[in-house]
């Protein structure tokens, strides 16, 4: 069982950075691929980025790629989401999920733990 925990939430204006933490048990975290998501009111959850276990190995969706920045630190089992020129739209809860099997996915079920998410609200 793996468990993970995000943190770094917020409410924040437009135009600001937060930076969203996960940090996970387990033994083999530096073998994972973490996924970030989110959900807004009323929306399914969404892909946001994602990071493999291999360098360089980073994805993001459309609508945050060049704001966003995905990381992992595994000396501290710990991946970051660091999000840059914030936008109304961007409010929703974020989770963290991992892949065990160390593919990166876009989809929910490529995941197979997720934390409890923590709020990001941008207002404008």
């Known amino acids: 069982q793996v468990h993970l925990a995000e943190s770094g939430g917020g409410l924040v204006q437009a135009g600001a950075s937060v930076r969203l933490s996960c940090v996970a048990s387990?033994?083999?975290?530096?073998?994972?691929?973490i996924g970030w998501f989110r959900q807004a009111p009323g929306n399914e959850r969404e892909f946001v980025a994602a990071?493999?276990?291999?360098?360089?190995?980073?994805y993001y969706t459309d609508s945050v790629k060049g704001r966003f920045t995905i990381s992992r630190d595994n000396d501290k089992n710990t991946v970051y989401l660091q999000m840059s020129n914030l936008k109304p739209e961007d409010t929703a809860v974020y989770y963290c999920?991992?892949?065990?099997?160390?593919?990166?996915?876009?989809?929910?079920?490529?995941?197979?733990?997720w934390g409890q998410g923590t709020q990001v609200t941008v207002s404008s």
């Open positions: 990071i493999g276990h291999t360098v360089g190995s980073t």
């Open positions: 999920a991992i892949s065990e099997d160390g593919l990166v996915a876009g989809i929910e079920d490529g995941y197979d733990y």
């Open positions: 387990g033994r083999t975290f530096s073998s994972y691929a």
